[in-house]
């Protein structure tokens, strides 16, 4: 008899500590870059603290670098400390392996965001990135159905190499190949808006004729507006020229908002969610469905033209002030 | 007294130096004209202000090169005072230009005075770290390029920090007049300002012996210790007026577009400036200058840019061009070539004095 009460005292005593552990807080350790780095940083720290929240039922614990050292060291010290779900931007794509064997091996789950790593798939649950290539995707598409009788670009590119401009690039370079669309120029300003000023400024001096600037990043083609508005060249919803832009910057929605320009895509910053409702999908003893065969999952971006675009979208999808 | 032709020849040799960039202008100006006969034409066109503004490449490159030119102009007074080059200026410019942005940020609306008091502490900003830089080099006498490669590693990081890591906007059209046009006046004001530095410049060297210190202190320190000048102030001075050149650049650089981007304004001009001034005919060894010989080098430049890009020359590979034809001008410019084409010259006409002895002769 005594032996019954002291096994069913212990199971009673097992099964409160199951409750109790069950109804904590999901710790969570959020391995991220720093917010100073960009206004697509800024937006994307104050995502994940926002969705991470004590209020959402976690207890996340954050750390910021642009070091890849840094951040591996901080990664193994959430795992020291026992987090279940371990979040990771890292800063360079090598050198996780070790840290995320760690992760497996105390039982951690490891989901990526915006940066993939270079490491055995098994290692991560999950990734959550963007596809620069849809988004060129996006904007070539969004482009194509405005109909114009003729399509001569000027294209000014981002620093060459780079992800951004690899997938901005692509699609566009597709059309010129396919001969939908006339390249009257295709430079790099490496993101520098003074830079894609110049070209511009070369291009209506040479006297030749364009009507699509597609610039890679809002910086990029604000500096090409400021060639045409100097040149007189009309530009925007009712202008000659149509401008577009990428990244979505507040303050270049705005100009879409006046009829300044006439698209800007989007890079999300904002995957917080997503992860959020795979750990609670993993919470509740589900399975992630939706991957890739690089375990990805992609984020849903928008392309806005400003014929369409509200205050409200300003609001919630544009970065910075 | 010297003769007619005396005095003609002694303009020649003092101006000499001025022939490399005044044949590479020259050759550049041909080759386009023989492109594109109407490469260089320049019309009158209205922008989408209203205003009445000039157009055309020849106003791009003289708009374009505006910081340039500044920056060169303060640079040649360093290389001359101290036998050196500052290799800070582009990270200079950034400071500078983000100090502006910082004070016009803080006020609610962008005044006139507001913009004047910004670019008041912008000159002081830059003049300070100017003379930082001049301190190190004079006082410390440590090489300029190692004392400036300081400001060069960290620049662009406290820029950074002056701006909480963001591209801030400035949109008012005191502004945008300051990097474009002023509203009536076609001649875009980057090109107005280059002129008022050119003759402030010009009226120091007038009515001060600055311009000749400085020489004398680049040619021999101790000879002008001697003669009582101070190479220590000499040299400080230099950088401080290159920073108040920083200080100019930077404002028309965020004039331009209105907003400041820390990471790429100016970047790399250092490299272009010291290029200016040695394609000017400028020892960078220090000692004799001539200003306006790195003037024209700057335009050199840009024009040579500007036409790199008219003829679709892909922007990544402009530098490779660049730096083809910087080998020809350098060289061209180079003491053995000199050398070489100084005894041909004295070939040349001994041959002929000899003919003509031969002839009296006879």
């Keep these: ?321 | 007294m010297k003769t007619k032709t005396e005095q003609r020849r002694s303009f020649f040799q003092n101006n000499a130096q001025l022939l490399v960039p005044l044949i590479a202008l020259g050759l550049l100006i041909i080759f386009n004209l023989i492109r594109d006969p109407g490469f260089f034409s320049v019309e009158l066109a209205t922008n989408n202000d209203g205003n009445p503004v000039l157009q055309g490449n020849l106003i791009s490159i003289l708009n374009g090169a505006s910081e340039l030119v500044i920056l060169a102009m303060g640079m040649t007074l360093v290389t001359a005072a101290a036998g050196g080059q500052d290799i800070s200026v582009g990270c200079l410019a950034a400071v500078a230009g983000s100090a502006f942005v910082k004070v016009l940020k803080s006020g609610a609306a962008i005044t006139p005075w507001l913009v004047l008091a910004g670019f008041l502490v912008c000159c002081v900003t830059a003049m300070i770290f100017g003379a930082f830089n001049g301190t190190l080099v004079s006082v410390f006498r440590i090489q300029p390029m190692i004392a400036t490669l300081i400001l060069f590693t960290c620049g662009r990081s406290i820029a950074y920090w002056i701006n909480g890591g963001a591209t801030p906007i400035v949109e008012s059209p005191i502004i945008k007049a300051i990097g474009g046009f002023i509203p009536g006046v076609p001649i875009p004001t980057p090109i107005l300002i280059v002129c008022v530095m050119g003759i402030f410049f010009a009226l120091v060297f007038r009515f001060t012996t600055m311009g000749l210190f400085m020489q004398t202190v680049g040619i021999n320190q101790n000879a002008a210790r001697l003669n009582g000048i101070s190479a220590v102030g000499m040299k400080l001075l230099a950088f401080v007026l290159l920073g108040l050149c920083c200080a100019v650049s930077g404002v028309i650089g965020v004039g331009r577009l209105q907003l400041i981007n820390h990471e790429t304004l100016l970047l790399n001009v250092e490299m272009d400036a010291i290029l200016a001034v040695a394609i000017g005919g400028n020892s960078l060894g220090g000692g004799k200058f001539k200003m306006i010989g790195s003037v024209l080098g700057a335009y050199t430049i840009q024009a040579l840019t500007i036409t790199l890009y008219a003829m679709k020359v892909s922007s990544t590979d402009v530098k490779a061009y660049k730096a083809v034809v910087i080998i020809l001008l350098v060289v061209l410019g180079s003491p053995v070539v000199k050398a070489w084409f100084g005894s041909v010259k004295n070939k040349l006409t001994a041959r002929g004095v000899s003919a003509a002895a031969g002839k009296e002769a006879a």
């Excluded at chain 1, 890849?68 to 392996?97: C, H, K, M």
């Excluded at chain 1, 590119?157 to 992800?163: F, I, N, P």
């Design chain 1, 1 to 321: 008899m005594k032996k019954f009460a002291a096994l069913f005292l212990s199971l009673v005593l097992i099964l409160c500590s199951a409750a109790v552990v069950a109804e904590g807080p999901i710790k969570v350790g959020i391995v991220n870059n720093p917010p100073s780095e960009s206004g697509y940083r800024e937006a994307n720290v104050k995502d994940f603290e926002t969705v991470f929240s004590a209020e959402n039922g976690y207890e996340a614990k954050t750390f910021y670098s642009i070091k890849n050292d840094e951040q591996l060291s901080a990664a193994r010290q959430f795992i020291t400390d026992g987090v279940d779900y371990l979040l990771i931007s890292a800063a360079e794509t090598t050198g996780w392996d070790s840290v995320l064997a760690d992760a497996k091996e105390q039982g951690v789950t490891v989901f990526l965001f915006d940066r993939m790593i270079d490491c055995d798939p098994d290692l991560f649950e999950a990734a959550v990135v963007s596809n620069m290539a849809d988004e060129g995707a996006t904007a070539v598409n969004w482009l194509l159905s405005l109909n114009l009788p003729e399509y001569k670009v000027i294209h000014i590119q981002g620093a060459m190499g780079s992800d951004a401009q690899l997938g901005r690039t692509g699609a566009l370079d597709a059309q010129f190949e396919a001969g939908a669309m006339t390249k009257v120029v295709q430079q790099t300003a490496t993101w520098d808006e003074a830079e894609a000023k110049k070209i511009v400024e070369t291009v209506i001096n040479s006297g030749e004729d364009f009507n699509v600037i597609y610039a890679e990043n809002d910086g990029m083609a604000k500096g090409a507006v400021a060639a045409l508005d100097e040149a007189g060249i009309t530009h925007g919803v009712n202008g000659k020229v149509v401008v577009m832009g990428f990244d979505c910057n507040k303050w270049a929605l705005r100009e879409l908002l006046a009829g300044n320009w006439n698209y800007d895509g989007q890079c999300s910053p904002f995957q917080a969610k997503v992860i959020d409702s795979m750990i609670k999908t993993l919470e509740a003893g589900g399975a992630i469905e939706g991957l890739n065969e690089k375990k990805q999952i992609i984020s849903v971006e928008k392309g806005f033209d400003a014929r369409e675009l509200t205050e409200e979208d300003i609001a919630t999808y544009g970065l910075g002030e």
